[in-house]
């Protein structure tokens, strides 16, 4: 009876958790992220602002919080390991392929996301931010490799990286703007195909 009462809990938890999601993002996509506050999530879903932190602990994770990341170390790691077996770009580019098939919501999802992003300065920036958080990161890793087949020097790995970068949010874009075909894999193939070497395998 108790496992019971519990899992009854945990579902009207779940419930309230997408509806206050789903609530805040239809607020993000009306007024815009910035002119949203944590008030306004409040009193749209009828409840008090003390409550929507014990769901979110901030507004960007009503629009991330759930979805699965590897943190940047976990990426480093990977990439090493790849660079033991592949070369740079096709190194860069499985690390981004595989970080994708973690994070497949419905690309319906993902289009409202990607407007809201846009259209907001702050998360715009943060984007931003992260892409050169994850850049300092995995760049050494790929200008010191000593398995990197062709060797490459600092300057080439940080435009290796930064490339494979924007070719995973340039690929994440066109999916969810073209409502999910081709699937996000393909997209993200794609995408680095474009600057794939030329004697490639």
């Known amino acids: 009876m108790e496992d019971t009462i519990v899992g009854i809990r945990e579902?009207?938890?779940?419930?309230?958790?997408?509806?206050?999601?789903?609530?805040?993002?239809?607020?993000?996509?009306?007024?815009?992220f910035d002119h949203t506050t944590v008030e306004d999530i409040a009193a749209a879903a009828g409840i008090s602002h003390r409550t929507f932190y014990r769901y979110f602990g901030t507004k960007e994770d009503v629009l991330f919080g759930d979805l699965p990341a590897a943190g940047g170390e976990a990426l480093?790691?990977?990439?090493?390991?790849?660079?033991?077996r592949y070369r740079p770009w096709d190194a860069l580019h499985r690390l981004m392929r595989a970080t994708a098939e973690q994070i497949q919501p419905p690309a319906a999802r993902w289009a409202r996301l990607v407007r809201?992003?846009?259209?907001?300065e702050t998360l715009r920036a943060r984007n931003l931010e992260r892409q050169m958080h994850l850049c300092r990161l995995l760049t050494p890793v790929v200008s010191e490799?000593?398995?990197?087949?062709?060797?490459?020097?600092?300057?080439?790995?940080?435009v290796l990286v930064h490339t494979a970068l924007t070719?995973?949010?340039?690929?994440?874009?066109?999916?969810?703007e073209q409502g999910g075909t081709p699937d996000i894999l393909t997209a993200l193939d794609t995408a680095f195909a474009t600057f794939a070497p030329a004697d490639a395998d």
Do not use: K, Y
């Open 145 to 158: 490799s000593v398995d990197a087949h062709p060797p490459l020097n600092e300057l080439q790995a940080t």
């Open 116 to 120: 809201i992003i846009n259209a907001s």
């Open 11 to 32: 579902r009207a938890r779940e419930m309230l958790r997408e509806e206050l999601a789903e609530t805040a993002t239809r607020l993000f996509e009306e007024r815009g």
């Open 167 to 176: 070719c995973f949010d340039a690929a994440f874009s066109f999916w969810a």
């Open 76 to 84: 480093r790691d990977r990439l090493a390991e790849n660079l033991g």
